[in-house]
């Protein structure tokens, strides 16, 4: 049996926006964003050349209620591997509902993990080991 999927249009949407504002960081005469979807939710394409891919993770709230955010562990690997394959940076992008956060993820096997993630889908799947990223690895993104 496959794993459902949770992804809303407003969470793609809010993808594109964080995207695009998150490749405004990058000095350019063009940029492209190309959705992906899957392992990882984008490709950041300057004057013509790959700068990056990127992950987002939509939550609800504000961060500053955490000292650190999680991810699955599995998802992050997976996301690593792809951006060690293409020779470019993976930015971890948390949307939360009043700011959003990047972090240029480096050393993330040094991070604790531990078991997390949600219970009240009753989902099985939604529960697996989680990478614990502090906050303060993070940086704002202008809004």
Request: aromatic letters at 10%.
């Amino acid at each position: 049996m496959n794993r459902p999927r949770y992804v809303r249009r407003r969470d793609v949407e809010n993808e594109i926006r964080v995207l695009k504002r998150f490749s405004n960081l990058i000095p350019a005469k063009t940029r492209e964003i190309i959705q992906m979807g899957g392992d990882y939710d984008g490709k950041i394409i300057i004057d013509g050349k790959l700068s990056c891919i990127c992950e987002v993770k939509g939550r609800t709230g504000t961060g500053d209620r955490f000292e650190t955010w999680h991810i699955a562990r599995s998802k992050l690997d997976r996301c690593v591997t792809h951006a060690a394959f293409m020779r470019v940076p993976l930015f971890l992008i948390f949307t939360w509902d009043t700011d959003d956060f990047f972090w240029n993820v480096k050393d993330h096997e040094k991070l604790p993990v531990r078991e997390g993630g949600r219970w009240d889908r009753g989902d099985r799947h939604d529960v697996e080991p989680m990478t614990d990223i502090p906050r303060v690895l993070f940086k704002k993104i202008p809004a």
